[in-house]
């Protein structure tokens, strides 16, 4: 490739897209991985496995001769019709497994591309003694991927952030989607505030919307002590609730309207929490 080339490759990539920090990890390993996924190579990629147990490309094979079928033969047309039929049987196959290691060879080339362009141009020198995409990303694992222990502590930090977020200046619908993810990836880590006790987290939760909402967070505080709740249902209780106060107030309901539906949303809300049952999930949330 030459070096113009190159460097229009390069740009291609937006610099804050690019890999150079352990807090990246995660969302760009994930990208790669997607991508190797749409090209079904993930299993001659994935730097968890060992350089023994990750599949490899075939090496070219041997185009088959007509002496594979009779040794005394030099030509083809020495064959029998018998013997002519097994060797075109023969070239056939090798014509197809030669097709698809090409194919694999082109995906492979690609996908060693997509690394090195999304790669923090400072830390190309990481992989430069690397040939394959599978060398490249063993190697930027050992120097990026957070350890287990750095990983939980950030998202304890992220949780806790998120506690103290204000919730009226975003958006809703973004915000508890925030909630959620973090909510399953830091359950997923065993992240002490959130799978020590549901409630515990459900109780973070109400914490953060408080200020705006005080009404939906001092009922649901009292039926997390009675009924066993979800944290996913809590969250979509209050986005169904937002929903529909929000459309009442772009239909210019009054002030007692609106208190009138807060006060059905939220017994309705009640109602179903009653009808809840015990946790489930990523693992089971803890009761």
């Known amino acids: ?47 968890d496995l060992s350089e023994e ?26 064959l029998t019709e018998k013997e002519f039929t ?13 097709t698809q290691r090409v194919r694999l060879l082109k995906v492979m080339a ?16 990481l992989t430069v003694d690397e040939v394959s995409p599978h060398q490249k990303l063993v190697r930027l694992a050992r120097e990026f991927k957070p350890k287990p222990e750095t990983r939980t502590e950030e998202l304890r930090v992220a949780w806790r952030a998120m506690i103290k977020q204000p919730a009226n200046n975003v958006n809703t619908d973004h915000w508890l989607t925030q909630w959620t993810s973090l909510y399953e990836e ?40 009675i009924h066993d709740i979800s944290f996913h249902d809590v969250i979509s209780s209050y986005r169904s609730r937002r929903k529909a106060l929000g459309q009442s107030a772009k239909k210019g309901s009054s002030k007692v309207a609106l208190a009138t539906l807060d006060a059905v949303l939220l017994s309705q809300q009640i109602a179903e929490a009653r009808r809840l049952e015990p946790e489930r999930s990523c693992g089971e949330e803890n009761p």
């Open 53 to 78: 147990s990750v599949r490899q490309v075939p090496e070219a094979a041997q185009e088959p001769q007509p002496s594979s079928i009779r040794e005394d033969v030099e030509d083809e047309f020495e």
């Open 186 to 225: 830091a359950k997923c880590a065993d992240v002490p505030d959130v799978v020590y006790s549901v409630k515990y987290a459900i109780r973070d939760f109400l914490r953060a919307i408080q200020p705006i909402d005080d009404v939906f967070c001092t009922a649901w505080q009292e039926k997390i002590l």
């Open 110 to 125: 690609r996908m060693n591309s997509l690394i090195t362009r999304s790669l923090a141009t400072e830390y190309h020198y």
């Open 86 to 98: 097994q060797w075109t049987r023969r070239i056939q196959a090798y014509d197809r497994r030669e």
């Open 1 to 47: 490739m030459s070096e113009s080339l190159y460097s229009e490759e390069l740009r291609a990539v937006p610099q804050d897209q690019r890999l150079r920090s352990e807090g990246q990890w995660r969302v760009w390993i994930g990208h790669i991985r997607s991508a190797a996924i749409s090209e079904d190579v993930w299993d001659y990629l994935n730097p």
